[in-house]
């Protein structure tokens, strides 16, 4: 007679390896935890990888579809975050604590208007029960060593929900670049030069904490809080050889060299409350969020500049302190509510307040700047204040699903450049999404989407303060800024085998883009400077599908074809500039026995940007991982090996001719080693936003201090 018998199995962990990226109708999704390409890296490498997305290093900026400025989420929560900061941040936060990062299209009403596109980042560890972490340690070399780690925390039980993440990171880097540029007087017919040659190493470390609790105060309420604070020290050290000739005759060879510093101590803390409240049906929920965010960028400008051609003359310098302060304060309420048994009904009102204070200090300065001191130690206020209000629909019938919302946005802003100078503006604008689809029996998708978005100028581009780089080349804002207007259409088609065909159009009405111009014919200096081009028009499509090479390697190909025209009148010049596009990618998934690899290549053709054009670039990336035991991994990951992505940019307007040729520490070995303890039963955390979900983009802009 058999007896029954109880066998106690040891725990078993069964993880699907997932694409490298996924592209839905409203979505693209990047599976970071399970592609070792991502390893020791950091969050805006891995978005440099996905589809629709670009990432310029360089000039510190990132967007969708071509368009700049993002709102980033981390779990459910808004960061503070300007452009330039949001670019800053994303270069700081390791991908060891990220499980999946996904890039929102078409974003629903909810969402602040103030952006080309939404990224909600979701770290590893938060939807299981219990006390559980993980320790991740990368160490790696470019032309610097370099290393970074994280530890993620998250405690759940029936009443306490809570997470706490710590990245430290130390991440000294370079930056070199040639300019040319004609120097052309058609009075005199006569022609000049201007040549540059720069290496900047940058001085990088960073600290970041995060923590987010929630309580269960009631069965169907909860009080929640985030705070979030990080310190980042930022010292650039440029050393430039510059020669120039200008457009006269017999005019002499003048040769510069400079040595400048750049010191920024960047600190910033955030504070989210919030409380929820469901009632009946747990569907049924009414939360508010009041948020309070603090910046404070502490920067030291020095130059010195020796003339050593056709004569050798004493050193000039400069010195200048930019103490600049911002604050912010949001509160908002949102109500969500089904509607018609298989609907959901959303709406909600938000108010947001923003002051900056940017107080240049001239410390010291040598003759040659007498002229150009009040400029660069002009004063800058800002406040603004944004009011919205929104209301979101989605309902789901047989095949099909709708999903509609409409936001009004008030915004009124005050800029105050020196004693007197002031421009404010006041305006309204309403932002529909809309976004339809259809699902055939056998999981085939049709969807169109159409959706209206902002982009405010960041604060300190709307800044007149000059910032001197070097003797050749100056920064300054335009308080004359409008805000950017984009309309988008899209259309999708998918197969349940995750083969996708997106096609959108776009047009942008004021579209904010960089121009470099010599402000005097008769100097080499040029201008970096912001305009509204009158209008952005960009027709593009994107298509991906994966291919099964064999059971063990898994291609996933993509190509992006993209024709972008830009138009404007400056100065009473017009310029208009056109040009197609075409971006590809492929990723290889390849699995052993006990390991398995990435393997990515890119390539992107000729490119236009406002009146600039782009050489077209290529790189391959290679990650490896290999569990070590059931909680531990290790992984190695080589991003553009055969360090080929060398950026070429160049543009004729005005009197300016110029071309630049940009390299910089994209070449890197990183190895990681992760390890995670704690309970493996899953349980879903809820998450809470931060209010304030655009302010934050724009505080930086391209200010380079």
Not at 218 to 223: L, T
Not at 559 to 578: H, L, M, Q
Request: proline residues 5%; charged residues 20%; hydrophobic residues 35%.
């Amino acid at each position: 007679m058999l007896e029954p018998a109880a066998i106690k199995l040891n725990e078993v962990s069964v993880r699907e390896k997932r694409p490298i990226f996924e592209v839905l109708s409203d979505r693209l999704i990047l599976n970071i935890e399970s592609n070792p390409v991502f390893a020791g890296g950091y969050a805006l490498d891995a978005l440099s990888l996905a589809p629709r997305v670009t990432v310029d290093p360089i000039t510190k900026s990132a967007g969708i579809d071509g368009k700049t400025g993002l709102i980033v989420y981390q779990n459910g929560r808004q960061l503070y975050k300007s452009a330039d900061e949001v670019i800053t941040y994303l270069q700081n936060l390791p991908s060891s604590s990220i499980s999946r990062i996904e890039i929102l299209t078409n974003p629903p009403a909810q969402y602040d208007a103030g952006s080309s596109g939404v990224i909600l980042i979701f770290t590893k560890g938060l939807d299981l029960n219990g006390l559980n972490g993980e320790l991740s340690v990368t160490a790696g070399v470019g032309r610097y060593f370099k290393s970074n780690a994280s530890l993620s925390l998250s405690l759940q039980t029936k009443k306490i929900q809570g997470s706490f993440l710590y990245a430290p990171s130390y991440r000294p880097t370079y930056f070199s670049w040639r300019s040319e540029q004609q120097l052309t007087d058609v009075r005199q017919r006569e022609q000049g030069f201007s040549r540059s040659q720069e290496f900047n190493r940058i001085d990088y470390a960073s600290h970041l904490v995060r923590t987010s609790w929630n309580w269960n105060i009631a069965k169907s309420a909860s009080i929640g809080t985030v705070i979030q604070a990080s310190q980042t020290a930022e010292t650039d050290n440029p050393t430039s050889s510059i020669q120039y000739q200008l457009a006269s005759k017999n005019a002499p060879v003048t040769q510069v060299d400079a040595v400048t510093q750049l010191k920024s101590n960047i600190s910033n803390f955030a504070l989210n409350l919030n409380a929820r409240k469901e009632f009946g049906n747990p569907q049924t929920n009414l939360s508010a969020d009041i948020d309070f965010a603090q910046y404070n960028n502490n920067s030291l400008s020095s130059a010195n500049f020796t003339q050593n051609l056709p004569d050798t003359r004493a050193a000039e310098y400069v010195r200048v302190r930019y103490p600049n302060l911002v604050k912010i304060k949001t509160a908002k309420i949102d109500f969500s509510t089904p509607f018609l048994i298989k609907g959901q009904f959303q709406t909600g009102v938000k108010y947001s307040s923003i002051t900056m204070s940017n107080l240049p200090i001239t410390e010291q300065y040598s003759p040659a700047f007498s002229q150009l001191e009040p400029l660069l130690s002009k004063s800058y206020r800002y406040q603004e204040q944004t009011s919205s209000a929104y209301s979101n629909f989605n309902y789901a019938w047989a095949h099909w699903s709708l999903q509609a919302g409409l936001r009004l946005e008030h915004t009124y802003y005050r800029g105050q450049s020196g004693p007197s100078t002031v421009i404010s503006r006041d305006y309204t604008n309403l932002f529909p999404s809309l976004n339809l689809q259809y699902t055939t029996a056998k999981k085939y998708q049709y969807s169109a989407s159409f959706n209206r978005r902002i982009i405010r100028p960041a604060y300190d581009l709307l800044n007149p303060a000059y910032i001197f780089y070097d003797p050749l080349t100056l920064y300054s804002g335009n308080p004359l800024l409008l805000p950017q207007l984009t309309t988008t259409v899209q259309a999708t088609y998918s197969t349940p085998k995750r083969m996708n065909l997106t096609v959108v159009y776009s047009y942008s009405k004021n579209r904010i883009a960089e121009i470099i111009y010599r402000v005097d014919s008769s100097s080499a200096t040029t201008l970096n400077y912001k305009i509204n081009f009158d209008w952005e028009k960009r027709i593009a499509a994107t298509y991906s599908v994966p291919i099964e090479i064999t059971p063990r390697w898994q291609l996933l190909a993509s190509v992006t074809g993209a024709n972008s025209e830009f138009y404007s009148t400056f100065k009473d010049v017009p310029i208009s500039t056109r040009q197609s596009t075409a971006i590809f990618r492929l990723s290889n998934a390849i699995k052993g026995k006990i390991w398995s690899a990435n393997v990515n290549i890119t390539y992107r053709t000729r490119a236009v940007v406002g009146y600039m054009l782009y050489d077209p670039i290529w790189f391959l990336d290679l990650g490896v991982q290999r569990p070590l035991g059931p909680r531990a991994t290790i992984k190695l990951a080589a991003s553009d090996i055969f360090h080929s992505l060398l950026i070429t940019n160049y543009g004729n307007y005005l009197n300016t001719n110029i071309i630049f040729h940009h390299k910089y520490e994209s070449q890197r070995v990183l190895l990681t080693y992760a390890y995670r303890f704690g309970n493996a039963k899953a349980k879903t955390l809820k998450e809470r936003s931060f209010g304030s979900d655009t302010e934050q983009e724009r505080l930086g802009g391209d200010n380079k201090n």
